[in-house]
């Protein structure tokens, strides 16, 4: 499209150099069969791509930019850490402050380690479950995206989903049969495994309300089962809040359901838009990481200073009484109005929402699972993707992803995106 000229001719150069020219999958836009658009710089809600073209925007980078892009706060720690140094690979006092402030909304969390993905994140906790119980197995959730680790790489959503990936080529059989994988919210199934297994299985991690098959919440129970089940089987309850932590509420889903899971997951947003993961839990089993204990990991940009005070500061800002009341009334109101739409056009589509993640399914039927979610209409999807871009509304470029409402959005912009969801949907309908 002449209007994204520069974006087309940057891809073609980035295809030269880049393998498919991204840097992680999900930014191609293979899904919606289109070049994907170069980004020049972002400014609260809005993306600005080389172009000079402006996107009303719901990725938020995939989720961290919860107070928007540039949060001026942010931006004035990051200037001030820039002139002290950007890597020490020593201590630094703010390590601490952000590590304290983690425990201070997770009861679940008495100690957190640092990494630089959430996919450090998560194989270390893996890692950690393995070498805390002595057990080799893990129970993984079909649809769940847990990062690109070999063991948790198995009927995993988002990227792999978008391209109809089941695991991947170079993650040893050894490896994938330590995994052993279950239907999202099907106690039946999860209860099957540990009958069967119970006493090899480390642990089961998924992500609490799913964002990488489309934002799915859990069944009333759902939660506390596998609470009990892993408790009565020695093994730990891991939730996987790299999307949810500090999203869904300040002590993300473990608050909102009031689960206490063994060990936690973080990333994207506790980094404020750089490059951090977390891995978390109770002194007890945190103590088992060296140097205290034998389950090694280790980093050496680990705790970066830069990154550190870019999730500390959006942290603080995320402390403010009613930042969750206002996020929640964003989501309300874009929920009511969608919803209105799809009422309106009598349009097949299914809109689920947790706090600030929504998803719009292309389906007739309810979404609970990753089976009902592969059932949408991907083509319908990719022409909405299409529809609303040509509006000026960026969007997840996948059907298996989640939508992200940052606090930048006005009433205005939210009143922008049902009024483009409506002409897109009626396009389509025609
Ligand atoms: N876990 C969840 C729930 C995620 O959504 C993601 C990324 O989207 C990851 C882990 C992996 O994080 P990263 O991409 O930082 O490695």
Redesign the pocket.
């Known amino acids: 499209m002449s209007k994204r000229k520069k974006s087309t001719t940057a891809f073609k150069k980035a295809n030269k150099f880049i393998p498919g020219g991204v840097n992680?999958p999900a930014r191609a836009f293979s899904a919606v069969e289109m070049d994907p658009i170069f980004i020049e710089k972002g400014e609260g809600a809005y993306l600005y791509d080389i172009d000079g073209n402006q996107y009303l925007e719901y990725v938020n980078s995939?989720?961290p930019m919860i107070l928007g892009y540039n949060p001026p706060q942010v931006i004035e720690e990051l200037e001030k850490q820039l002139q002290l140094g950007t890597s020490f690979g020593a201590p630094t006092e703010v390590e601490t402050e952000i590590a304290e402030l983690i425990t201070e909304f997770y009861p679940a969390v008495d100690k957190v380690r640092m990494v630089n993905?959430?996919?450090?994140?998560?194989m270390s906790a893996i890692r950690l479950a393995r070498g805390y119980t002595g057990r080799d197995k893990i129970v993984k959730l079909e649809g769940?995206?847990?990062?690109?680790g070999d063991s948790l790489l198995v009927d995993a959503g988002?990227g792999l989903a978008t391209l109809g990936i089941k695991g991947s080529p170079g993650v040893t059989e050894n490896t994938a049969r330590e995994t052993i994988v279950a239907p999202y919210n099907d106690q039946k199934a999860v209860a099957e495994i540990f009958n069967k297994y119970g006493s090899e299985i480390a642990g089961i991690i998924l992500?609490p309300v799913t964002?990488?098959m489309g934002v799915i919440a859990p069944q009333r129970g759902y939660l506390e089962f596998l609470r009990e089940i892993t408790y009565k089987n020695g093994s730990l309850l891991i939730f996987?809040?790299?999307?949810?932590g500090f999203r869904l509420s300040r002590g993300g889903a473990q608050e909102l359901y009031a689960i206490e899971p063994d060990l936690s997951?973080f990333?994207?947003i506790i980094g404020g838009g750089m490059?951090v993961?977390a891995y978390a839990g109770k002194k007890e089993i945190m103590d088992y990481v060296a140097p205290l204990g034998p389950v090694y990991q280790a980093g050496t940009l680990s705790g970066n200073p830069m990154a550190m005070q870019a999730g500390l500061t959006t942290l603080k800002a995320l402390k403010k009484e009613d930042v969750y009341l206002e996020l929640e009334k964003k989501g309300q109101k874009l929920e009511a109005g969608i919803k209105k739409n799809i009422e309106e056009l009598n349009f097949p589509a299914y809109f689920n929402r947790v706090g600030s993640m929504f998803t719009l399914f292309f389906t007739d039927k309810e979404v609970q699972n990753y089976q009902d979610v592969k059932e949408c209409d991907l083509d319908l999807f990719a022409a909405y993707f299409k529809e609303m871009i040509n509006q000026g509304i960026y969007l997840p470029p996948s059907q298996f992803e989640a939508n992200f409402i940052s606090l930048a959005l006005t009433d205005s912009d939210l009143d922008k995106t049902i009024t483009a969801n409506y002409k897109a949907l009626n396009k389509l309908k025609a």
């Open positions: 992680s995939w989720g993905s959430g996919t450090e994140a998560t769940c995206y847990h990062g690109h988002s992500e964002g990488n996987d809040e790299v999307m949810t997951t990333g994207k490059p993961g």
